[in-house]
């Protein structure tokens, strides 16, 4: 490989993940980047490595930090010509704190006023709905509440749900994705169930 890099979180499975034997499959001169945890590489491989094959290291973390806020630095790898070292607490400046203040202030707020949070890094990637149920309908207060009672009757689980109005506030369309299969009796209670919706239609994902 000509570069390899690393950004994956300390654990007992990651510890020493990037030993000897990764590191032989670098060619001369390669590139390897890590800003995650110095513990992930194993630091005596990566120097001998490093003098032994020219590598070129960007590193942010190192195996003998400070543990504290002060302290000296001594590592002999930052004593090699082609490492290039960053310290991993400068963000923990001023302005960098401020910063995270501000947009952890504008996530709560984004929260509060429309219930969408920001950079949300743990919802599902893919959904167990197997269909989509488009509604057009008047907007007219009960209407979703219907539907969605036709569909918990049914045992037909919501997994998401838009609703779409359209301008002047007369008509709107309902976008659901549930999880099963309706069938025609449950549709028939959807549409004959309530005066206000004008069609349904459904879509298999």
Known sequence: ADALTVHLA?????????????????RPGAILINTARAEIVDAAALESAAREKGLRLGLDVFAREP?????EFSDPIVGL????GTHHIGASTEQAQEAIAAEAVRVVRSYLESGRVPNCVNLARESAATHRLVVRHRDRPGVLAHVF???????????????LVFEGGHAA???????GTPDEAVLESVRAGHPDILEIRVVAL
Do not use: K, S, W
Request: glycine share 12%.
């Open 10 to 26: 300390l654990a007992p499975a990651t510890r020493g993940l990037v030993g000897a034997d990764v590191l032989a499959r670098l």
């Open 67 to 71: 543990a504290g806020g002060t302290g």
């Open 81 to 84: 010509p082609l490492v290039y």
């Open 149 to 163: 009672r036709c569909l918990r009757d049914a045992g037909l689980n919501v997994q998401e749900t838009e609703n």
């Open 173 to 179: 369309v309902a976008r659901i994705h549930f999880e």
